[in-house]
């Protein structure tokens, strides 16, 4: 979700995604007409990263989107591993990202059998165990909203954008629950500020996570972090 190194007008202007309507992930058109976060390159980065690592396993798997905003991050799993992915369930807990998942996922012709989409609040509504969890959860602290620029606090969800005033508060809900929705082998991909990677590598074992790797965006800035269950 990366707020400062995005393709926004400033000023408080109406970003031009949204007035384009769409954008451009990973080879899938990602609409824009519920007024989703708008998915960030940043985010693109280790999404890809992800499915090369994914594909040089060559195993089939069931992953979980949660916190799916537009719905671009599974939507891209889905395309780029459609003989492996056999099944994906994509969560928000807001009802215009729902619309918005569906939408996309229809308007890039996701056969129906391969995905559910639900309206949760983080795990609430979720069954069964995944080989893959997919994680973008708002990330941004209030005490930082002076960092935020104008047009994103103007255009885009907040909802989406604040975890509390630490920013950490959806971070540490999705971390205590999640182990129990990964298959033995499971692993998490999760997207963070990168002033949270210090309190990040004391917050997982505090939740029982001991294999973890932080990696870097393509501008040098700690951004997501694997997280093995075992």
């Not at 309507?21 to 990602?30: A, M, P, S, T």
């Not at 069931?62 to 991050?73: E, K, N, R, T, W």
């Not at 960092?147 to 989406?160: F, G």
């Amino acid at each position: 979700m990366k707020i400062e190194n995005s393709k926004l007008k400033i000023s408080g202007k109406m970003p031009t995604e949204y007035k384009r309507g769409y954008v451009n992930f990973l080879g899938c058109k990602i609409a824009l007409r519920f007024r989703p976060m708008i998915p960030r390159k940043e985010t693109a980065f280790w999404v890809k990263q992800a499915i090369k690592e994914i594909l040089k396993k060559g195993e089939n798997f069931a992953f979980l989107d949660i916190f799916c905003g537009s719905g671009c991050i599974g939507l891209s799993v889905l395309k780029n591993c459609s003989k492996r992915a056999k099944i994906a369930i994509f969560s928000d807990i807001d009802e215009g990202c729902v619309k918005q998942t569906k939408f996309n996922l229809k308007l890039n012709k996701i056969k129906p059998h391969k995905y559910r989409v639900l309206q949760s609040d983080i795990f609430q509504n979720i069954k069964g165990a995944f080989d893959y969890i997919f994680a973008n959860p708002p990330y941004v602290g209030t005490q930082n909203k002076y960092l935020v620029q104008d047009s994103v606090l103007e255009w885009e969800p907040h909802l989406a954008i604040f975890g509390g005033e630490d920013g950490l508060l959806y971070i540490r809900k999705f971390l205590k629950e999640a182990k129990k929705f990964l298959k033995p082998k499971g692993k998490i991909y999760l997207e963070f500020d990168h002033l949270h990677k210090n309190k990040l590598e004391k917050i997982l074992p505090q939740f029982g996570y001991k294999h973890f790797h932080f990696h870097k965006d393509q501008f040098g800035r700690w951004r997501w972090v694997e997280i093995c269950k075992n």
